[in-house]
Structures are given as C-alpha cells and as structure tokens.
C-alpha cells in the first residue's frame, strides 16, 4: 500500500507527455470576437464543440473501434483510420466540429481509447446571408476571408467596439440584415424568374459610403466552408470584373457637364452610325436624329455618348475617370478589390467605346463608389464595411464635382425611370432614379447578342439621395414575363424596384404618397 501510495503521489506531480492522451482544452483553437451587425444582431460567434481523437495504446480492438466510429460519422473511413491506429503514437485526431448529437453517439458506443477535446467552433446564425462580407474561417478558427480576416490582420478593431454583456469582445459591420435578406431573396428571386447564371447587388449610404447589404449568388454557407472552394461562388461585387455596359453613360454625362463643355440642352448628331478605324457604333433603338444630353441618356444613345466623350478628348476623358476611381482598385476591409482591366494603348476609339461601357472592366463595386459623388453632391466617399458616420465620411473625403452636376445626374437618373429605359425600377413613393446597362459578353473573343450582362444603377429617393443600389444579372434569359426581351429595363430594373420598396421601410426612408406627381417630378417632366 505504500508502495502504491508513493507512486500514485509520484504521478501526480509528473508531466503529461506531449500527445500522451492527457487532458486537453480549448487552447488549441483561438476564441474569436462576436460579429455584429449595424443593430447588434449577431452574425458570427464562437461555440464549444468536441474533437473526437484516440489513443492507440487504450484501444482493445482497432478493428471495432475503427467500424463502429465510421458507421457513426460517414465522412470517417474505416480503413484508413485502421492504418492510422496501427502506426502507434498516443494521439490520432478523428474528426474536430462534432455535432452534440455524434458526440452522444460516440459515448454511447463505449469503446476504451476514445476521447474528445473541447475546441472553439465558429457558427454564423444567419447562414449564407451575409457570407461574402462576414467571410469565414479555418478549422482552427482562424480568418480565411472578409471580416473575419479583416479582424486577425487588426487585433486593436476589437478595442473599438463595445464589449457583449458577457464582456467578452465584439466587431460591429455596417451590414443590416433586414437589408441583405431582402437583397438576396430578391436577387434569388430574378435568378429563377429571368434563368440567369448568376446575380450580384450593393446597397451604399451614399454620404457615409457605408455599405449596408451586398449579395452575390450563388453562394455559400460558412457553416460549410468547404462550399467556398467552389469558383462560381466568388463575390462578383468586388472580386469579379466586367464591361457594365450603359451604366458607364452616367460617368460620361457627368464628365462632359462638369468640365462646361455642355449642359441638358446641348445636342448632338446622332442621327447615323459612327465608323472609325473599320468599327461601327451604332444605337440600339436609334432615333436619327440630333438628340439633347436628356434626350440621349434616356434613350440611351452609344453614338451620343461616344461623341460627348470624343468632345472631352482622350487625356482629359481618361483623368476623369482615374478622379472618380474607376482605373484603380477599391481597398475596403475586405481587401483590394480585383483590378479593373484598362486599355494598354488608350487611344481615340477606347474613349469612344468606353463612354457606353464597352472596353474598360471593373469590379461593381468600383462603379457604385465612383457613383457617390453624382448623387451626394460631388463627394468621392471611399467604401467602408464597418460603421461610419456621415459627418465622420464626409471630413475625410474631398470634391471631385462641381454641385450642379450632381444635380443635374440626379434630375437625368429620376427622368430615366419616369421617361426613359428604367421605368420598371420606379418603386412608388421612393422616386427612384437610374440607369440601365445592357452590356454583350465576350465570347470566343467575340461580343455575343446572346450572352447578355446586365445591370441598373440607382438612387433614391432622387430628390433627397440616402442609397446607391447596384444590380447585376449574368446571362438572363428571354422568357415569357420579359414578353421575351432579354434586356436590363426588363429584367434588372424591375429588380431593383421590387428591392428599393422593401429595404426602404427597413432603412427608415419614408415614402411620400401623393395622388399627383411630386414637385420634383413635375421640375423633371418640365425639364425634358
């Protein structure tokens, strides 16, 4: 007995022997800090879960051991774990992130050698809602992408925002979750509607640059990180670039108004094709005639629009654009986003093409920054993915367009959808403004009629400008409600309609009812 004693006292103050079976704990993993969004409703947190392990020198009979876990856990093969129990050692990790119910199962079965650790484990309540901005992490809880990422690269984010009730750490997004529903459940919605591949949507606070919902389908779960290894499933906002198509005759107005070369009434010849260099510009529902500033952005006339940009000249359209950042990467939390792809040689026909969205690729992201300052009245505002007040936006920001131009985007974006291509968009109440981009895909480096990339570019209210919302649909179909059209006024204006009614309420914009047209509407109707 007191030789046993002895021993027993002499253990106690022993050490474990790295990977001996010992006790283990959550140190393995890193505790994260609570994701929540700009309410406080959470988006991402830490739960403890068990990892399964065993220690070949408890176990009575590899063999059974080896069967009866992989008939518990189906991702466990029963034969390699075999092999792995027969090398020795005292620790052969099974499976990390079992769910309670396969851990109870695991008890249940009994076996000597089995084991588990408990671990950190990252859950995201809201699924997929938000997963190209919350991001995900490995299975050792560290940052792989968006947010998450966001917060390993800077420890001190955490010291910025309030503690959790349980004083553990947190990190606030400017995301709303009411918003990015809606944004993906209606953008879902146009994929099933108009049989398009892909869909993709921002909302910005156009004075804070705040972005509070973005969305790119199809996506994924972080739940199920393995999902993200997928390519379709990369978020087109800021990681895909495209030619946006006549969404980019918003830029070229405002450049043409901005440097005095033109006004709303000023006219040009729009009346044939434009042949330069053995290309053809041409309209798609040409009018052939003269045609206003207004006129052409409502009837979206390329063969106006290249000759505004011609008139600014090729230096002087290129540092306009390079003002607005639209030849430059966008740097956000969640990264750089993609390079946009810039004409190597930019010569006369580039500006030509690129004044209706041909030639220049850019991220959508990049196309609704460079839209801030058309609707806020001249202020580039740089995108942020975590909160930021107006005031606190616009003292860091500078003027990169006069007001009037502003004013005058506005007052061309609202007659759009009153008279012109986006009527499908207006929401009522919300006097939505916009521009529609039907742009042709490159396929077998040719442009295709038949591979459609589409987009509507908006602001509401116009009169009074809170929101940019982008929408982009891939390869949309003509199909029966479009009365087979395939272009943007009939499949991602009305999208963006059907998204401004509902996060309108959300955002707490209100709407003004009224049984005649707005004061605003009737200064647009009277313009045009």
């Known amino acids: 007995m007191v030789l046993i004693g002895g021993r027993l006292v002499s253990l106690g103050f022993a050490g474990t022997e790295e990977a001996a079976g010992g ?71 099974i499976k990390r992130e079992l769910t309670p119910m396969q851990q109870a199962k695991i008890y249940e ?76 459940e209606e953008l879902k919605s146009a994929i099933d509607t108009y049989k398009a591949k892909a869909a993709a949507g921002i909302v910005m606070d156009v004075h804070s640059g705040e972005v509070v919902g973005l969305a790119s389908l199809p996506d994924y779960d972080p739940n199920h990180r393995e999902q993200a290894l997928d390519k379709e499933k990369i978020n087109r906002i800021g990681f895909g670039v495209y030619e946006m198509g006549s969404v980019f005759k918003v830029f070229t107005v405002a450049g043409v108004l901005d440097l005095g070369l033109a006004n709303l009434n000023t006219t040009y010849d729009a009346t044939g094709p434009i042949r330069f260099g053995g290309f053809t510009i041409s309209d798609f529902h040409g009018k052939h005639r003269p045609l206003s500033v207004t006129e052409a952005f409502i009837y979206s006339s390329n063969v106006a629009h290249a000759k505004m940009a011609v008139q600014m000249g090729v230096p002087r359209h290129r540092a306009f654009l390079k003002k607005l950042g639209l030849l430059d990467p966008v740097t956000t939390e969640l990264g750089p986003s993609a390079a946009p792809i810039v004409p190597q040689h930019w010569q006369k026909l580039n500006t030509m093409t690129i004044a209706f969205g041909h030639g220049l690729s850019v991220t959508p992201l990049q196309l609704a920054t460079a839209t801030l300052p058309l609707v806020n009245g001249g202020i580039a505002v740089k995108p942020t993915f975590l909160p930021r007040s107006r005031e606190e936006a616009m003292q860091s920001s500078e003027r990169v367009l006069k007001p009037a131009t502003s004013a005058a985007l506005l007052k061309l974006m609202r007659m759009n959808v009153v008279k012109g291509t986006g009527k499908k968009a207006d929401a009522e109440g919300y006097r939505v403004g916009g521009k529609t981009g039907t742009a042709e895909k490159v396929v077998g480096g040719r442009y295709s009629n038949s591979a459609l990339l589409n987009s509507f570019l908006s602001v509401f209210p116009a009169d009074d400008p809170q929101y940019v919302v982008l929408v982009m649909l891939d390869e949309p179909q003509r199909v029966a409600v479009t009365k087979g059209y395939a272009t943007a006024g009939w499949n991602a204006a009305p999208t963006v309609g059907k998204i401004v009614a509902r996060i309108g309420p959300i955002l707490g914009v209100p709407p003004k009812l009224e049984d005649t047209v707005s004061r605003f509407d009737a200064k647009v109707s009277a313009s045009y």
């Open 23 to 93: 006790v283990y704990d959550i140190s393995t993993t890193v505790h994260r800090p609570d994701i929540f969004d700009r309410n406080g409703r959470l988006l991402a947190t830490d739960i403890r879960g068990a990892t399964l392990y065993a220690d070949p020198k408890r176990v009575i009979d590899r063999d059974e051991l080896a069967e009866k876990v992989a008939s518990v856990l189906s991702d466990v093969n029963a034969g390699s774990l075999r092999k792995r129990l027969a090398a020795g050692g005292r620790f052969v990790r």
């Open 109 to 184: 079965l009994g076996l000597p050698g089995l084991g588990f650790i408990e671990e950190y484990r990252r859950v995201y309540p809201v699924g997929a809602t938000a997963n190209h901005v919350v991001g995900l992490v490995d299975v050792d809880n560290r940052g792989l992408a968006g947010i998450e990422k966001f917060v390993d690269n800077n420890p001190q984010l955490t010291m910025m925002n309030a503690p959790t009730e349980s004083g553990d750490e947190a990190v606030t997004v400017s995301l709303d979750v009411g918003v990015q529903h809606v944004l993906r």
